[in-house]
């Protein structure tokens, strides 16, 4: 049974492509983005309506409250899990989503250490004396690749980063395999491109629907939800600027300005990581994708 995988930036068509191919090829759908893990979380990530899944089975949806934290380790084991779940069922899998590290955690064998509570417990402090950005832009300095994967916002992950350095004296991402996949070596991973003008359009007009669908309201439940208790979902994109707008930080035209400007710049991270992975075929808009897919698949 077949591993495909469908990457790539942020309103490059992922979602749609995943369930076109999933349909020709009688696939079930393994969820990669790191924000559609967490209930409610609908409109701002972008989350497929499950009318609009056309029947097919999406795990790993909904499946955090806004208060946990998700972690790679956590992850890998439980995608994992579900894979060799559908693969038993004698059913191929269409991994989707735009989470690099999620997808390099499915594929390949990752080798994180132990965590060091003295350590992170100095980088925490660090981080609230100096500020995240400070601690981000040494990040950048001794792991450029490591900050082009991680978003600036995300305090766990940043002082995770900086912790493994510390620990194992090599930068975080030399515990990420390169090259062979070690896991399913005959996985097929196609990422989604598009010209840089045109990806700046489809973003900014997604911000737009967002809006117009009701990010403001979804984000007012999330907080009586208690989505300020975790870490990790009250820093995703739209999410965060949002907050700060209903907490009278920045008006609501800061907040979809803002949310624009850093999708971009997410995108743009995305972009460079996934360039990094010399197993990606990529496809553009230009001819059909779901044909350039089939036909490399050798499927037609």
Request: glycine letters at 6%; aromatic letters at 6%.
């Amino acid at each position: 049974m077949s591993v495909i995988v469908i990457c790539g930036a942020t309103a490059t068509g992922k979602s749609d492509l995943a369930i076109e191919l999933a349909k020709e090829i009688s696939a079930e759908i393994i969820n990669a983005d790191s924000m559609q893990l967490y209930r409610g979380m609908d409109i701002g990530t972008a989350k497929l309506p499950e009318l609009d899944r056309s029947g097919i089975i999406h795990h790993l949806l909904d499946v955090l409250d806004v208060t946990q934290d998700a972690s790679v380790a956590w992850y890998q084991e439980i995608a994992r899990t579900k894979i060799a779940e559908i693969q038993n069922r004698n059913k191929s899998v269409v991994i989707v989503g735009g989470t690099g590290l999620y997808i390099k955690a499915i594929l390949d064998d990752l080798n994180f250490p132990d965590t060091d509570p003295e350590i992170r417990g100095a980088l925490t402090a660090e981080a609230e004396k100096i500020g995240l950005d400070a601690l981000f832009q040494r990040l950048e300095k001794l792991d450029p690749a490591a900050a082009l994967a991680i978003d600036s916002a995300n305090a766990r992950r940043v002082i995770r980063a900086l912790e493994v350095i510390e620990i194992t004296g090599r930068p975080f991402t030399a515990n990420l395999p390169r090259k062979a996949s070690t896991k399913f070596p005959d996985a097929k991973q196609f990422g989604l491109v598009m010209e840089r003008e045109t990806l700046d359009e489809c973003i900014s007009q997604r911000v737009d629907r967002m809006w117009d669908l009701g990010l403001v309201d979804e984000v007012k439940n999330l907080l009586e939800a208690g989505i300020t208790k975790g870490r990790t979902a009250q820093r995703a994109l739209g999410y965060s600027q949002v907050i700060s707008f209903l907490g009278g930080q920045i008006s609501e035209v800061e907040a979809l300005e803002d949310t624009k400007r850093a999708t971009r710049q997410y995108a743009r991270r995305q972009e460079v990581w996934f360039s990094r992975d010399d197993r990606i075929n990529w496809v553009s808009p230009i001819a059909s994708r779901l044909e350039v897919i089939m036909d490399a698949l050798d499927l037609r």
